[in-house]
């Protein structure tokens, strides 16, 4: 059987790959299956620093597969509540606390469920001819896999309820106008710009990293007092660690620094 998702190593990058093609990488319950199984790994292993997730072919994804069987309650109707409770609901947790650095890379159009699983990433770059699309209103369904929660706070709430009550496309080159995204590439160069990408950030102080992660998260619900709190106790830690010192002699010493994330 073919893969639904497919999973290369490029250095200390980890290159996750949705590979539904025919059906614009979808998601099923088995290719949320494989990807929170790949996640896991990575965020085990210690070689890799980066995850580059990216789809197959033409996009990146059209969001959940609308033709896959629906689960149904007591009475027989349609129930929308276990897929999400069993997948999209644990992979947005898993993103939004994953130790490692996780990069969207949009190839192509991230629709549905699966802009906001982008959105769910820490950075996202994009094909020139990408776009982002909160599509559920078309469907009589209402945004889920958290973009409820990220879009506001990325764009505002007035924006993000246009986004989704109009179901308008965001084209890349808006989307990163809008800060969405961070860089734009040609698609002829994408595949290659995206992974030079998460290289140059796989060779960054992943100690350092990740706690930048942990306290730009912890400031959506925290006020100033607690966050400078946060940040003093997670510098401290910082400035303990082995990157930190060869941080400050390749300052000194005017060469590239050669972090090992300890
Ligand atoms: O069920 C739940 O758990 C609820 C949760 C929902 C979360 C969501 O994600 S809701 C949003 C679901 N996604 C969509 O509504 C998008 C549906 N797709 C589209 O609107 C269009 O395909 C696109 C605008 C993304 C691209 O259009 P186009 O013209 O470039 O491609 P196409 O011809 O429509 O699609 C190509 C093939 O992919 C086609 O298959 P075929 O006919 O060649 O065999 C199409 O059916 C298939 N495909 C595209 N999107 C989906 C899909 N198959 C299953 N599910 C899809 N979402």
């Not at 990325?154 to 309820?161: E, I, M, S, Y």
């Not at 990163?176 to 002829?188: I, K, N, P, Q, T």
């Not at 290659?192 to 942990?214: H, I």
Request: proline share 6%; charged share 25%.
């Amino acid at each position: 059987m073919t893969p639904v998702l497919e999973s290369r190593r490029e250095g200390a990058v980890a290159v996750l790959t949705l590979a539904r093609p025919d059906k614009l990488n979808a998601f099923t319950a088995e290719l949320h299956a494989a990807l929170r199984e790949a996640l896991a790994a990575c965020a085990e292993d210690e070689g890799v620093r980066v995850v580059l997730l990216t789809g197959q072919g033409r996009a990146f994804s059209a969001g959940q597969d609308l033709t896959e069987d629906l689960p149904r309650d007591e009475e027989g109707r349609i129930d929308l509540g276990p897929p999400l409770a069993r997948d999209y609901n644990p992979l947005i947790e898993m993103l939004a606390g994953y130790p490692k650095l996780t990069v969207a890379a949009l190839n192509g159009p991230a629709v549905g469920a699966s802009m906001n699983i982008a959105l769910a990433c820490d950075i996202l770059v994009a094909a020139r001819s990408a776009y982002l699309q909160e599509a559920f209103a078309r469907i009589a369904l209402i945004p889920d896999a958290g973009g409820t929660w990220i879009l506001p706070r990325l764009v505002g709430p007035k924006r993000a309820l246009a986004l989704m009550l109009t179901c308008d496309p965001i084209p890349a080159e808006e989307a990163r106008a809008m800060g969405l995204v961070h860089a734009v590439y040609e698609d002829a160069d994408f595949a290659r710009e995206a992974l030079d990408f998460a290289s140059r950030l796989a060779q960054g102080p992943a100690l350092a990293q990740a706690m930048t992660k942990q306290a730009v998260r912890a400031s959506l619900g925290n006020d100033l007092a607690s966050q400078l709190a946060l940040e003093a106790e997670l510098q401290r830690r910082a400035g303990f660690s082995d990157d930190f010192h060869e941080g400050i002699a390749a300052f000194r010493e005017k060469r590239a620094p050669r972090f090992t994330g300890r």
